[in-house]
């Protein structure tokens, strides 16, 4: 993984902390990450651990805080090639209201389309997930959202300010855990179809998730 | 095993819940102030243990709310953090508890001690 795009993971994995939290520390908390990425900390162990203290940050440390609507959080990190899928580890917030779920989904550029539409299906989300053809530049990345409002919530886009967009790129989706509205997400592909990006299908006809997948349960405000 | 009460120690241990990388964080600062960079490197060190920098941002924060460290003026983006007296007092009854457990498990183990 290249040095932007370990940058790109951990500031995603920042950009989970609550706003408080990042207004006080994201500054050093960046720093401290590329001095311990300098040193030859992995990216992704530096990511996983401040997404699981982000997790917590929002979850465990504020008892008394109302929680938001239970989400599935879906970030998507579509640029970081190398960082197959990523689901953070799972643990069981003390004090969440109810079950609780949400998900950090790091993927790879090159499968992109086949990642998301497994990670939709094992949640039975009815999110449609398609191909399209992009730039170099926006291979794996979320290039649009469709979505009708479900009766647990909608889908929601979480942007980021980049140079590839415009209206900004697409770091998250943040989706209830109940949601049953329809939507399509449309991923950018490369030269080559985007079908034979997919990953080979097992004799039930699933395609398989490259490992490793890590899972993470917990709740997000939204 | 029922435990009846807990001991005048044991009450004064407020670290006994705070978990390892609290008292790990305030072993470090017992030497004086440091930021989260020097802190992990020096945790490393003495403990042999690599901290993640979320656990380390996330004990801070509860080591601050118990009022056990504070933060210093920052130089750049870096916090400084300094132990309190009372963050002092708390680690040294943990330790004491500590040596405590210790001490028996050695003899216990038949290493000596005590």
Known sequence: MTRPRQARLVHIAVRCYSPKWRERHADEATELAELLMRDGMSAVFIALSYLKAATRDRLVTRPKRRLGPTAAVLLIGATLVGVPLVLLDSFTAANAASSNESFVVVLSGHNAVGHLESVFRSHHFNIKVEGESSSPSQIGAVLAVKADGGEHGTLTVIRRSCAASVSGCIDALVVPLHYTGMAQVIVGCGPKPCEAALAPANAQGNRRLQPPVISVRGAFEH | ?114
Do not use: C, N
Not at chain 2, 5 to 32: F, K, N, P
Not at chain 2, 49 to 57: K, N, S
């Open chain 2, 1 to 114: 095993m029922a435990v009846a009460g807990r001991g005048r120690g044991d009450e004064r241990d407020v670290l006994r819940r705070a978990g390892d990388a609290s008292v790990l964080i305030l072993t470090s600062l017992a030497d004086g102030p440091k930021h989260g960079y020097a802190l992990l490197l020096d945790i490393k060190e003495f403990s042999r243990l690599q901290m993640g920098p979320g656990t380390l941002y996330g004990a801070l924060d509860r080591l601050e709310g118990l009022g056990l460290v504070e933060a210093l003026p920052a130089e750049d983006r870096r916090h400084p953090y300094r132990i309190t007296s009372a963050g002092a007092m708390a680690l040294r009854d943990h330790l004491d508890s500590l040596e405590r457990v210790s001490a028996v498990g050695r003899l216990r183990l038949g290493l000596g001690g005590v």
